[in-house]
Structures are given as C-alpha cells and as structure tokens.
C-alpha cells in the first residue's frame, strides 16, 4: 500500500514544525508558555478587580420617610 496524500501532508507539517524556520519546537513552547502566563495574569486581575472591601460599598438605598403619619 501506498501512503495517501493526506498521510503525505500529515508527515509534511511535522518535518516542518520540528525542522522549519519560525516553527521549531522552542519557540512553539515558548510562544505556548507566553499564553498561558497571560491568561494566568487576565484571571488574577480579574479576581482582584471582583473583591470589594465594606469600606468602598456605598448604600443607595432610599430612606423611608418616617414625617409621615400612617393610617
């Protein structure tokens, strides 16, 4: 049996990630590892950005108004 044009293209895109230019299995880590430090940086702000002290809470609830007589 001969290989298909797939299992051809297959083996092609692996002799280029681990022998091409930019696509040499470093800098795929290295870029892979920049992604995940940022989105482990995005999640953090975000936790922080979330928890509020009491002391920055402000109260918006309108006061009733107690001069009134009720029936």
Known sequence: MSPSWIQL???VVVALLLFGGRGRISSIMGD???????????LKDEEET????????VNVTP?????????
Do not use: P, W, Y
């Open 9 to 11: 293209l297959i083996v």
């Open 32 to 42: 892979m590892a920049k992604g995940i430090g940022a989105f482990r940086k995005g």
């Open 50 to 57: 979330k928890s509020v002290d009491n002391d920055e809470m």
């Open 63 to 71: 006061q009733k108004d107690e001069t009134k007589a009720s029936s």
